[in-house]
């Protein structure tokens, strides 16, 4: 009985506690009438999807947010897969994607593109190889070209670094570059951009792959196709194969908040966000 | 009077309570990972998950026993390289060090056990790694296959993980040996044996079960290490045929893939290798205790 009491008493702190915890998080909007805007936005946005698009979402979502005190943006992961699949299901607002929608998943949802993201592919700095195609690229990820000499460099082993399955990074790569072939079991798995580059700036003969925008000068970035370098200009141009879209998809034309969001990332306040890491689609100025 | 007692039954129960929660903890999450792993082993066939050769859980395929023989050669090669350093630490420790060494070392070695196994992991990426691939490119390379001249390997997980267990293995045996009760090593010692003798005679037969005991948990944590592990072994889904093969283990599967994997069989079989890790974890607990017990038993 005491017992049973004792139990009852910490049940009641506890949620008492969970109270005062949700209590503290309304208190930090603050007060009506302070936002600078005359037209009143308030509401909620769910974004949910790649984990390739979720960084930028949440630099555009803070923007908005400070734009318009009464919206709140909830930015989440998940991957491209469960965002195309949340927005179609209606669990979120907004489904965020790295990858072209597949035709089946056309049609269900509208799209916007919000943004272009290059892969580039890199080797060490003291690398001389500084050209490959896209079949060159295919073969070494697919364990059939193993020493650099088949492609004018030293005769070095290459070690070839890849990110794991079901990173987007890796889904945008398979896709535009492996086509049907498989990337080789042989090859060595990292999990995450930073540990790519570190790969590879450490290891003279490694050839890995990231984001356009996470390139640094640790590593170098491989002309691909006819000596295209891998830059933003190329990307939008189109001669710089190696690039995806970021997509924003909704369930229907999108209304009140959800469009206000999407006009603001289109526009060129939006746009010069984008800018910072990616690629934008629609003028900055 | 009565109030005294309520008062302490309070605590009493508190400290209960206190208790229950790691306990009914344990149960959530082993239960949790069963009920998430189950459907896809019993989807794939236990035989097929377990012995599968092939892992493209884009595809649809799952096998992990790659990775189970990963973590098995891993740990295994960590023990061999870290089980004699430690015995001999632990002897020298508990036998043969004066105060002043001792007042250096212990702290050293506790301090080996707190640093975060993340810093092991970059220590073993911008050092180990490059070392064995320098070996590998520079003496072995026409004997090796180009995957076996990175320098992820096997070996660099294996020297990172003795490293990393051997602060248990030594607090453990250490206490085991200076466990041996006094009258036995003085009558070694008075029957004339040296010293030396009377550690490898004497001394170590006596506490030998405390000793596998600290060789076992250290072998849990090898087996239960994730971060240090991925960053030097390669990660590659490949059976290791030498200890210069890059390899996957059943922890670093997990933790690589987790983050990006969709809802659905992917997890699912993320979760079924943490149902294997934790059958094994399980089992060797249980011989850990089974052999301390016995050593408690006996005295």
Same mark, same amino acid.
């Given at each position: 009985?005491?017992?049973s009491l004792?139990?009852?008493?910490?049940?009641l702190?506890?949620?008492?506690?969970?109270?005062?915890?949700?209590?503290?998080?309304?208190?930090? !909007?603050?007060?009506?009438?302070?936002?600078?805007?005359?037209e009143?936005?308030?509401?909620?946005?769910q974004?949910?999807?790649?984990?390739?698009?979720?960084?930028?979402?949440?630099?555009?979502?803070?923007?908005?947010?400070?734009?318009?005190?009464?919206?709140?943006?909830?930015?989440?992961?998940?991957?491209?897969?469960? #965002?195309?699949?949340?927005? !179609?299901?209606?669990?979120?607002?907004? #489904?965020?994607?790295?990858?072209?929608?597949?035709?089946?998943?056309?049609?269900?949802?509208?799209?916007?593109?919000?943004?272009?993201? #290059?892969?580039a592919v890199?080797?060490?700095?003291?690398?001389?190889?500084?050209?490959?195609?896209m079949?060159?690229?295919?073969?070494?990820?697919?364990?059939?070209?193993t020493n650099?000499?088949?492609?004018?460099?030293k005769?070095?082993?290459?070690t070839?670094? !890849?990110?794991e399955?079901?990173?987007?990074?890796?889904?945008?790569?398979?896709?535009?570059?492996?086509?049907k072939?498989?990337?080789?079991?042989?090859?060595?798995?990292?999990?995450?951009?930073?540990?790519v580059?570190?790969?590879?700036?450490?290891?003279?003969?490694?050839?890995?792959?990231i984001?356009?925008?996470?390139?640094?000068?640790?590593?170098?970035?491989?002309?691909?196709?006819? #000596?295209?370098?891998?830059?933003?200009?190329?990307?939008?141009?189109? =001669?710089?194969?190696?690039?995806?879209?970021?997509?924003?998809? !909704?369930?229907?034309?999108p209304?009140?908040?959800?469009?206000?969001?999407?006009d603001?990332?289109?526009?060129?306040?939006?746009?010069?966000?984008v800018?910072?890491?990616?690629?934008?689609?629609?003028? =900055?100025? | 009077?009565?109030?005294?007692?309520?008062?302490?039954?309070?605590?009493?129960?508190l400290?209960?309570?206190?208790?229950?929660?790691?306990?009914?903890?344990?149960?959530?999450?082993?239960?949790?990972?069963?009920?998430?792993?189950?459907?896809?082993i019993?989807?794939?066939g236990?035989?097929?998950?377990l012995?599968?050769?092939?892992?493209?859980?884009?595809?649809?395929?799952?096998?992990?026993?790659?990775?189970?023989?990963g973590?098995?050669?891993?740990t295994?090669?960590?023990?061999v390289?870290?089980v004699?350093?430690?015995?001999?630490? /632990?002897?020298?420790? @508990?036998?043969?060090?004066?105060?002043?060494?001792?007042?250096?070392?212990r702290?050293?070695?506790?301090?080996l056990?707190?640093?975060?196994s993340v810093i092991?992991?970059?220590?073993?990426?911008?050092?180990?790694?490059p @070392?064995?691939?320098?070996i590998?490119?520079?003496?072995l390379?026409?004997?090796?296959?180009?995957?076996?001249?990175?320098?992820?390997?096997?070996?660099?997980?294996?020297?990172i993980l /003795?490293?990393?267990?051997?602060?248990?293995?030594?607090?453990i045996s250490?206490?085991?040996?200076?466990?041996?009760?006094?009258?036995?090593?003085?009558?070694?010692?008075?029957?004339?044996?040296?010293?030396w003798?009377?550690?490898?005679?004497?001394?170590i037969?006596?506490?030998?079960?405390?000793?596998? /005991?600290s060789?076992?948990?250290?072998?849990g944590?090898?087996?239960?290490?994730?971060?240090a592990?991925?960053?030097?072994?390669?990660?590659?889904?490949?059976?290791?045929t030498?200890?210069?093969?890059?390899?996957r283990?059943?922890?670093?599967?997990?933790?690589?893939e987790? @983050?990006?994997?969709?809802?659905?069989?992917?997890?699912?079989?993320?979760? @079924?290798?943490g149902?294997?890790?934790?059958?094994?974890?399980?089992?060797?607990n249980?011989?850990?205790?089974?052999v301390?017990?016995?050593?408690?038993?006996?005295r």
């Amino acid at each position: 009985m005491r017992r049973s009491l004792l139990f009852l008493s910490l049940a009641l702190v506890l949620c008492v506690g969970l109270l005062m915890v949700g209590c503290g998080k309304k208190a930090e !909007t603050p007060a009506p009438g302070t936002q600078p805007q005359a037209e009143k936005l308030s509401g909620s946005i769910q974004i949910a999807g790649s984990t390739s698009v979720q960084p930028l979402s949440e630099e555009l979502a803070k923007a908005f947010m400070a734009k318009h005190p009464d919206v709140k943006i909830n930015v989440s992961g998940g991957g491209s897969g469960a #965002g195309i699949k949340g927005v !179609t299901e209606g669990t979120v607002d907004i #489904g965020a994607s790295s990858r072209e929608l597949k035709p089946e998943e056309k049609g269900k949802v509208k799209e916007f593109v919000i943004a272009k993201d #290059g892969i580039a592919v890199i080797v060490n700095p003291k690398n001389p190889v500084d050209n490959l195609t896209m079949d060159q690229i295919r073969d070494i990820y697919a364990g059939k070209i193993t020493n650099w000499k088949e492609v004018g460099g030293k005769d070095a082993p290459i070690t070839v670094v !890849t990110r794991e399955e079901g990173s987007g990074t890796r889904g945008a790569f398979t896709e535009i570059v492996m086509g049907k072939e498989k990337i080789t079991d042989k090859a060595v798995v990292q999990n995450s951009t930073g540990a790519v580059r570190t790969a590879v700036a450490s290891n003279e003969n490694a050839i890995g792959y990231i984001s356009l925008g996470a390139l640094s000068p640790e590593v170098k970035a491989l002309k691909v196709v006819d #000596g295209v370098e891998a830059t933003k200009d190329n990307v939008l141009k189109g =001669t710089y194969k190696l690039s995806r879209p970021f997509l924003y998809l !909704t369930k229907e034309e999108p209304k009140e908040v959800v469009k206000a969001y999407i006009d603001f990332v289109l526009s060129p306040e939006g746009q010069k966000i984008v800018e910072k890491e990616y690629i934008p689609v629609k003028p =900055t100025k | 009077m009565l109030g005294r007692r309520i008062r302490e039954r309070f605590y009493e129960s508190l400290l209960f309570i206190s208790a229950l929660i790691s306990v009914v903890a344990v149960f959530m999450i082993a239960l949790f990972v069963f009920l998430e792993g189950y459907p896809i082993i019993q989807k794939e066939g236990l035989g097929n998950f377990l012995l599968g050769r092939e892992w493209r859980p884009l595809a649809g395929i799952f096998g992990i026993f790659p990775m189970i023989v990963g973590s098995i050669v891993v740990t295994l090669g960590a023990l061999v390289l870290g089980v004699p350093v430690s015995l001999a630490t /632990a002897v020298f420790l @508990a036998e043969f060090a004066p105060k002043r060494a001792n007042m250096i070392l212990r702290p050293g070695i506790e301090l080996l056990a707190g640093i975060p196994s993340v810093i092991y992991g970059l220590f073993g990426m911008t050092t180990v790694v490059p @070392a064995i691939r320098f070996i590998e490119t520079r003496y072995l390379a026409h004997k090796l296959p180009p995957q076996m001249q990175s320098g992820y390997s096997v070996l660099a997980a294996a020297i990172i993980l /003795a490293i990393m267990i051997s602060p248990t293995i030594i607090a453990i045996s250490e206490d085991a040996l200076r466990a041996v009760p006094r009258h036995l090593k003085e009558a070694s010692l008075a029957l004339g044996a040296t010293h030396w003798q009377t550690v490898v005679k004497v001394l170590i037969p006596t506490a030998r079960s405390g000793i596998l /005991a600290s060789i076992i948990l250290g072998m849990g944590r090898a087996i239960g290490e994730t971060m240090a592990v991925i960053m030097v072994v390669g990660n590659n889904v490949l059976i290791p045929t030498s200890i210069f093969s890059p390899c996957r283990t059943l922890t670093s599967n997990i933790a690589i893939e987790a @983050a990006y994997a969709a809802e659905g069989p992917h997890m699912q079989a993320l979760f @079924a290798t943490g149902i294997v890790l934790f059958v094994i974890i399980i089992i060797l607990n249980l011989i850990a205790l089974r052999v301390a017990g016995r050593e408690v038993m006996s005295r």
